[in-house]
C-alpha cells in the first residue's frame, strides 16, 4: 500500500462538520470534470490510490480511467462496498429480503436461480455474500483493484451482531477471486482484530479512524495507540483531521508519531489542501533529515 | 449482567441488536423475528436463540428487559405483553399509535416502576442536546417560532412493499419521519399545545403521505412549523434540522452542527460575544464504546441499561414523553380528518388554522 490513499468523501456530500459545507460540494462535484480535476491534482502531487465507496456514480469515474489507462499507467482503486445508504433506503422500501433480492445479480443462469430462492432457500450466506461482492465490483473490471474494503457501517454491523464467518468469507473471496487483499474499515478496532484473528484472518488491513482527538476511536485513544503499538495488523487511518477540528500539521504529526500505520487516507477538494497535506505527511513520515541526508530522504520516499 | 431479549430484527431491530449485543453489561439472551430466513441464518452463525412466538419467547426465558423493534402497529402489545412480565422496555419510535394505548401502557410502567424508553435518538446527538440547553437557558430571549424540518430519500417511485408504506400499521413520512421533527421540538422547547395548516401529500406512495407540512401553536404564544419530506433524493440520507428564533437571537441545529447567533451575551453561551458561532459535532459528542451509525444509536442504549442498573425512573424518552409525539400525530390526523377527535387538544388554545380565523 502507498503511504498516501485519496479519499472520497468530498465527492459524494460527506462532511462530518457542516451539512451546508457537505451540500456545496455535492454541487460542485456533481460535474464528473470536477472530480476528474481533483484527482488529477492528487495524481500530480504523487498520490496514485483512489480509495472510494461503490457510489453509483464512481461507476463513471471507473469509465474515465478505463478510457483513459495510458494517462495513469499505475493508478490503483480501492473499493469500499457497499454504499450503505443505497441498501439502507432499499431495506426501508423493500424490506430485508426484498432488498437482498434486488441487490443479487438479475443475469446469467445462476442470478436467475438465487433471485429464485434457491440461495436464499439454502441459508448459505456465503454465496449471497459473493454474489453482493461481485455485483459491487462489477464497476472497476478492468482496472487495477488490490485492496476491497468492506465498509464500516457492514463492519461493524456483522461485528455487533456476531455474524464473525461473514469475514472470513469476504477474505476468502476477494483473495480467490480478484487476487486483492482484504479490508476492513471499522469504528471499533480492538474488538474486530479479536475477531478477526479468530476466524483465521491474519495480519488484516484495518482503516479506521486515528487523530489527536481521539474522535470515533472507539474503545479510547489509550486503547487504540497501544493496540497499533503491539497488535498484528496493518493500520490505515482516516478522518486524520477530525473532520476539521485540527490543524493539519498537528493532526499529521500524530498519526505520524504513531508506530506501523502502513497509509493515512484523506480527502481534499483543493489543489492547495491536497499538497500541503501530503506534504506534510512526507515530511513528517521521515525522522527530521540531519544535514547531507536531505537527497537520500527524498529520493527513497 | 442484565439479560435482555430482542424482540423484532428488522433495519432498526438489527442496528439495536448489533449495539447492544456488544454492550458489556448486557447479555442478549433471545430474539423473536417472523423472518425465519434471517433467523435460521443467526441461529447457524451466531447460536442466537430465535423465536417466532414473543409469547412463547417470554415464558421460556429468564429476562430483565426486551428491546421491541417491531413494525409500529404491534408495539402497544408487544409493550404490554413485556410490562406484564415485569420487564424494563426499550422501544423503538413512534411509541404507540392509538394514544388510549399509549396512556394505559406508560401508567402501567410508572407504577409497575419499570424502566421505560423510547428511540427518539436525537435526543442523544450532541447538537441537538446544546440546542436545547441553550434555548432552556433563555439566551434566545422570548421564543416566538420554531421551525422543524426532515427530508429524505426513502420513497422515490410509486412502489413500495412493506409496512412502512401502510398507513395502518404507522408508516408513511407522519411517522417515519415527522415523529422525530416533532419530538425534537418537545425536547428543545415544548410540546405544541395545537397544530393547524395541515398539509399531508403522497407524491409516490399509494396509501401514506410522503410530505407533511403543518403550523404548530405553543402555549407561550410562539408558533412553528413543520416541515417533512421522505421523498427529497436529493439528500444523501436523512436531514433533520431545528431552527429557532427568539428576541434575542436564533439557532439552527443539525446532526452536525450548532449555529448559534445572539444579539446579545448570554452567559449560557459565555464564548459568545454577540454575533455566530459554531459548535460542531466534534465537540459536543461524547465517546461511546461501540459506534454503528452515530454515537447517539449506542447512546440511547447505554443509558437505558445505565437507567435499569441505577434503579432510575426518570429518564429521557420516558413513555410519558413519547406519548406527547403521538398525541401530536394524532392532533395532525385529526386535522386532515376531521372524523378523528383528538381527545388530547387542548381546549384553552385558540387554533390559528385558516378555518378557524374565518370561522372565528
Given amino acids: 500500500m502507498d503511504r498516501v ?129 461481485d455485483a459491487e465490483m462489477k464497476m472497476f473490471q478492468g482496472l487495477s483493484t488490490p485492496v476491497i474494503f468492506i465498509q464500516n457501517v457492514i463492519t461493524d454491523l456483522l461485528l455487533g451482531v456476531g455474524l464473525k464467518d461473514a469475514f472470513r468469507m469476504f477474505a ?20 474486530l482484530l479479536d475477531v478477526l484473528e479468530e476466524v483465521g484472518v491474519d495480519n488484516p488491513i484495518v482503516c479506521a479512524n486515528i487523530n489527536k482527538i481521539g474522535f470515533r476511536m472507539c474503545g479510547g485513544m489509550d486503547l487504540y495507540e497501544k493496540t497499533i503499538a503491539t497488535r498484528r495488523f496493518r493500520p490505515v487511518a482516516m478522518s486524520v483531521l477530525a473532520s476539521g477540528a485540527l490543524s493539519p500539521r498537528e493532526a499529521i504529526e500524530y498519526v505520524c508519531g504513531q508506530p506501523r500505520i502502513e497509509s493515512i487516507v484523506f480527502g481534499a477538494s483543493s489543489r492547495g489542501n491536497i499538497r500541503q497535506t501530503k506534504q506534510l505527511i512526507d515530511e513528517l513520515t521521515c525522522p527530521a533529515p540531519g544535514p547531507g541526508r536531505r537527497d537520500a530522504q527524498v529520493s527513497a520516499a | 449482567m442484565l439479560r435482555l431479549a430482542m424482540v423484532g430484527l428488522g433495519k432498526m431491530g438489527l442496528s439495536h441488536f448489533a449495539i447492544v449485543n456488544t454492550h458489556p453489561g448486557v447479555k442478549v439472551v433471545a430474539c423473536c423475528e417472523q423472518n425465519a430466513y434471517l433467523t435460521d441464518v443467526l441461529s447457524k452463525y ?150 393547524g395548516g395541515v398539509a ?13 407540512y403543518c403550523t404548530m401553536n405553543f402555549r407561550d404564544g410562539a408558533t412553528g412549523q413543520l416541515c417533512v419530506n421522505w421523498s427529497d433524493e436529493s439528500c444523501r440520507k436523512m436531514a433533520t434540522k431545528v431552527s429557532v428564533w427568539g428576541t434575542n437571537g436564533r439557532l439552527s441545529a443539525d446532526r452536525q452542527e450548532c449555529q448559534i447567533y445572539l444579539r446579545s451575551p448570554h452567559s449560557a453561551v459565555p464564548d459568545c460575544k454577540g454575533g455566530w458561532i459554531s459548535r460542531y459535532t466534534t465537540d459536543l459528542t461524547q465517546p461511546v464504546w461501540y459506534y454503528l451509525r452515530g454515537e447517539e444509536y449506542s447512546a440511547q442504549i447505554d443509558y437505558f441499561v445505565k437507567a435499569i442498573e441505577s434503579r432510575s425512573r426518570d429518564n429521557v424518552n420516558s413513555f410519558r414523553s413519547a406519548l406527547q409525539t403521538d398525541k401530536l400525530v394524532e392532533m395532525i390526523l385529526a386535522e386532515v380528518n376531521p372524523r378523528v377527535v383528538p381527545a388530547t387538544a387542548a381546549a384553552s388554545v385558540r387554533p390559528r388554522g385558516f378555518w378557524a380565523r374565518v370561522l372565528g
Avoid at chain 1, 438465487?114 to 449471497?128: H, N, Q, T, Y
Avoid at chain 1, 483473495?175 to 478496532?189: D, S
Avoid at chain 2, 401502510?166 to 408508516?171: A, F, I, N
Fill in chain 2, 46 to 195: 451466531t447460536g442466537l436463540k430465535c423465536y417466532d412466538d414473543t409469547d412463547r419467547m417470554l415464558q421460556n426465558e429468564k429476562l430483565d428487559a426486551v428491546l421491541i423493534a417491531t413494525p409500529s402497529k404491534l408495539h402497544a402489545r408487544m409493550v404490554e405483553k413485556a410490562l406484564e412480565r415485569n420487564l424494563h422496555v426499550f422501544c423503538e419510535k413512534p411509541f404507540v399509535l392509538d394514544v388510549s394505548d399509549g396512556e394505559r401502557l406508560a401508567a402501567m410502567a410508572e407504577a409497575k416502576g419499570l424502566v421505560n424508553q423510547v428511540g427518539y435518538h436525537y435526543r442523544f446527538v450532541g447538537a441537538f442536546q446544546e440546542a436545547a440547553r441553550i434555548v432552556q437557558s433563555g439566551a434566545l430571549g422570548k421564543v416566538h417560532h420554531i421551525r422543524a424540518e426532515a427530508y429524505g430519500p426513502v420513497v422515490l417511485r410509486p412502489k413500495g412493499s412493506t409496512w412502512r408504506s401502510s398507513k395502518d400499521e404507522g408508516g408513511g413520512a407522519l411517522y417515519d419521519y415527522a415523529c422525530h421533527a416533532l419530538d425534537l421540538v418537545n425536547f428543545i422547547h415544548t410540546p405544541a399545545v395545537s397544530v
Fill in chain 1, 172 to 191: 476468502d473471496h476477494v483473495r480467490n477471486r480478484y487476487q486483492a487483499e482484504p479490508g476492513f474499515i471499522t469504528m471499533n478496532v480492538p474488538r
Fill in chain 2, 200 to 212: 399531508m401529500n403522497s407524491l409516490f406512495s399509494r396509501d401514506v403521505a410522503d410530505e407533511v
Fill in chain 1, 5 to 133: 490513499l485519496f479519499g472520497d468523501n468530498q465527492f459524494f456530500g460527506v462532511n462530518h462538520m457542516s451539512e451546508e459545507k457537505a451540500r456545496a460540494q455535492a454541487m460542485r462535484f456533481q460535474d464528473l470534470q470536477a472530480v476528474i480535476d481533483v484527482l488529477d491534482a492528487a495524481y500530480r502531487e504523487g498520490i496514485r490510490t483512489f480509495m472510494c465507496t461503490t457510489h453509483d456514480r464512481v461507476g463513471e469515474i471507473c469509465d474515465y480511467f478505463r478510457a483513459n489507462r495510458d494517462k495513469y499507467p499505475d493508478y490503483r482503486f480501492y473499493p469500499c462496498m457497499p454504499y450503505a445508504h443505497k441498501y439502507a433506503n432499499a431495506v426501508t422500501e423493500h424490506g430485508t429480503m426484498g432488498a437482498l433480492r434486488k441487490f443479487l445479480p438479475e443475469d446469467g443462469a445462476v442470478g436467475a436461480m438465487f433471485r429464485g430462492g434457491v440461495a436464499l432457500a439454502s441459508k448459505d450466506i456465503e454465496v449471497i455474500a459473493q454474489l453482493l461482492v
